[in-house]
């Protein structure tokens, strides 16, 4: 049984007020807020235990060490990946998605290969295609959502060609809460020898994710939105392609040997972590995946669902407000703007002077802004402590926006 009281007392930040109201969040999209066990595992690092990873042979090294890379097990757990190996950290998705460009991508592929990617997209999915394109000729092939905002699978697979060198593609969108079937994308490429990179930065936060079962090749996450510090997170990569791929950054720790003639490049996953890493992000990052996995992710998948159902019935009463995206499956994320003259950026601050925070604006997301014909939206993205009474908060404060601006 999902214990909502409990899970909210595990989240101090939810016990504030925000102008005089008790805080209403609901911009988990954007990032989410950290437990307790977060925040108090990321102090005590840097009280007790803080020292630079991979390098000393003192005690607190070994010790940071150790719980560094235990994060990359408890990732690969987190993934249902069995090699950890298979795991790099990065700073979050940009970073990941920006290695795969510049370390996988930029080699090998020539002027007129396609990446196939969906007009759904994040720009952190987006704009490192683009630098290919400007630099490379690169052609970008994008794939239409359908009238509901979702995205059909087959329509993704249809459009890999003899060309398409990579499908880039998002498990689930940031701005209507789309799920795309990744997998079906995964196993079709696959079968036509494609191979697939996955943006999972908000697929992973409200579903349980079994990398294995998507037949991707990199699967992107970014530890803020997952519950746990801003400038942690990982890619898993299909040894088959980190096989083939260049460093990324170099400097040290990616190294084995360096000479003034020569470098030699250190084993997997240390060959594309180059420098001092986020030590004690990554480590406030294990232990929100562990709070996670200690939830079940299923849990909080059931829970979620059963707002969105609420959100939507109460949105859905509405008529006043147009509301993006209806996709069957969609994850608790809602963008929408009212009818007559109010600006999201208006409904917003309104909302703000309400205790409610959501988000105002193009979301990283302006190809699909732009197919929507919207130039924003306002966002409210639901996480595993919101509450249904919350539900009732933002669609009061909504009347109220309607009778200010008319
Ligand atoms: N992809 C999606 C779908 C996102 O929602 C976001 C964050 O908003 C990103 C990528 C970028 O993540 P980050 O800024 O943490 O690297």
């Known amino acids: 049984m999902y214990d909502l009281a409990r899970v909210r007392a595990d989240f101090p930040i939810l016990s504030r007020q925000v102008n005089g109201r008790p805080l209403v969040y609901l911009d988990n999209g954007a990032?989410?807020?950290k437990p307790r066990a977060v925040i108090e595992a990321m102090n005590h690092a840097y009280e007790m235990e803080y020292a630079?990873?991979?390098?000393?042979?003192h005690h607190l090294s070994t010790l940071a060490t150790e719980k560094y890379e235990e994060v990359r097990r408890i990732i690969a757990r987190f993934l249902n990946v069995a090699d950890e190996r298979e795991i790099v950290f990065t700073t979050g998705t940009t970073e990941g998605i920006n290695m795969v460009s510049y370390a996988w991508a930029a080699p090998r592929m020539q002027?007129?290969?396609e990446i196939v990617l969906s007009v759904l997209e994040h720009h952190a999915n987006i704009v490192p295609w683009h630098f290919l394109r400007e630099r490379q000729g690169v052609v970008l092939k994008w794939v239409e959502p359908e009238a509901d905002g979702g995205l059909d699978a087959q329509k993704v697979i249809d459009a890999i060609g003899p060309r398409t060198k990579l499908v880039a593609i998002t498990q689930m969108s940031n701005v209507t809460g789309a799920r795309v079937d990744v997998g079906a994308i995964g196993r079709a490429a696959r079968a036509r020898g494609v191979p697939v990179l996955v943006d999972g930065s908000q697929g992973a936060v409200h579903a349980p994710v079994s990398v294995p079962d998507l037949a991707c090749d990199f699967y992107v996450i970014t530890g803020h939105k997952l519950y746990g510090p801003s400038g942690s997170g990982a890619i898993w990569i299909a040894p088959e392609r980190m096989a083939e791929m260049r460093p990324f950054l170099g400097g040290g720790d990616m190294i084995r040997?360096?000479?003034r003639e020569t470098v030699t490049y250190a084993d997997p996953p240390m060959k594309f972590e180059a420098g001092?890493?986020?030590i004690v992000q990554q480590i406030g990052l294990g232990v929100a995946l562990e709070y996670l996995m200690g939830l079940g992710m299923e849990n909080v998948a059931a829970h979620e669902a059963a707002l969105r159902d609420y959100a939507l019935s109460r949105l859905k009463g509405l008529n006043w407000l147009n509301l993006q995206g209806t996709s069957a499956g969609k994850?608790?994320?809602?963008?929408?703007?009212?009818q007559g003259p109010a600006h999201a950026h208006d409904i917003s601050t309104v909302l703000d002077k309400k205790g409610i925070a959501v988000r105002a604006g193009t979301h990283c997301a302006m190809p699909l802004l732009t197919h929507l014909g919207v130039t924003a939206t306002c966002r409210a993205s639901f996480g595993l402590y919101n509450s249904k009474a919350e539900v009732d908060a933002l669609v009061e404060a909504l009347e109220f926006c309607r009778e200010l601006f008319g």
Request: hydrophobic share 40%.
């Open 257 to 259: 040997e360096v000479t």
């Open 52 to 57: 630079n990873v991979h390098r000393g042979l």
């Open 31 to 33: 990032s989410a807020q």
């Open 331 to 338: 994850g608790a994320i809602f963008s929408f703007t009212l």
């Open 276 to 278: 001092t890493p986020g």
């Open 111 to 113: 002027a007129g290969d």
